[in-house]
């Protein structure tokens, strides 16, 4: 896997894993600039290649109440911000066709959603940005069946994608990571595990998604060992008050203890 393809990517020669990691959402230019930063120290201190991660909208929310965005450009506009400011690359998620050539703009990598990764229309409008390609794996798909969403995107003319395995549907209100999996869907792209949202449980009752943080690290431990190519994490300075997805994030304080130990687990691996 060639990180070196990335814009501003850092550490590509530390044979690390590599980490996506941000806020779920944008909820202002404050806190995504805090947020990077804390991050960018931890992951130059550890030297793990970093791309921050933000949705600069969500559309796929369970109450129409909820919070989707800052609005559109603005959000944007702020993950721009953070790329120049800090010198590193971003990625975002795209819900429309029309948001692939938007976000486009400014971002360096384009994320499709697990609800969404089966649109066709959708996979192909981002594969034909350039940009790099991150597929989530559907909660509904087997592993074997994303080799067709990687395929959508090189036959598109784009050879730079990505798998995210967030975890499979368990019953109605939880999710299980298969690491079977991982070494399986490595045979068709890059994978990365989201330990973040492979700990949601959906479909409360309440309308608001629930998770379990406190499995965090042993989900993280356990794609490590297994030898994934990179982590997919949300994190934020006070997750009670974070606008979207608080229930399964990692507080920001607990972050450099946490790789800290997958950097030395990475090690151990890396010798055998």
């Known amino acids: 896997m060639n990180l070196n393809l990335i814009p501003n990517i850092k550490h590509t020669d530390s044979n690390n894993f590599f980490l996506l990691a941000g806020p779920c959402a944008i909820e202002g230019e404050e806190m995504a600039l805090k947020i990077a930063e804390h991050i960018l120290k931890v992951t130059d201190k550890l030297k793990i290649p970093f791309v921050f991660k933000g949705s600069f909208k969500k559309a796929n929310r369970s109450r129409i109440d909820s919070f989707t965005g800052i609005g559109d450009e ?6 721009k911000k953070v790329s120049e ?19 486009a703009e400014y ?9 969404l990764v089966r649109q066709t229309d959708l996979v192909v409008a981002a594969a034909k ?11 509904f798909m087997s592993p074997s069946a994303m080799k067709h969403a990687v395929q959508k995107v090189k036959d598109s003319g784009n050879n730079k994608v990505w798998i995210t395995d ?13 690491f079977r999996g991982i070494p399986e869907m490595q045979q068709f792209a890059p994978t990365i595990l989201d330990i973040t949202h492979s700990l949601q449980q959906p479909n409360q009752s309440s309308g608001v998604t629930g998770g379990k943080p406190e499995l965090i690290e042993t989900i993280a431990k356990a794609g490590v060992a297994v030898g994934v190519d990179g982590l997919f994490l949300e994190t934020h300075f006070d997750p009670s008050i974070a606008k979207s997805d608080g229930a399964n994030m990692l507080n920001l304080k607990h972050l450099e203890s946490l790789l800290s130990k997958l950097t030395t687990i990475r090690k151990a691996i890396n010798t055998f």
């Open 74 to 79: 603005k959000a944007l506009k702020i993950l």
């Open 85 to 103: 400011t800090f010198n590193i690359p971003t990625v975002t998620d795209i819900h429309e066709v029309s948001d692939a050539f938007k976000a």
């Open 107 to 115: 971002v360096d990598i384009l994320q499709i959603p697990a609800f």
């Open 129 to 139: 940005t350039g940009k790099v390609v991150n597929l989530k794996k559907g909660q």
């Open 166 to 178: 967030r975890g499979t549907m368990f019953g109605y209100q939880d999710m299980i990571v298969d």
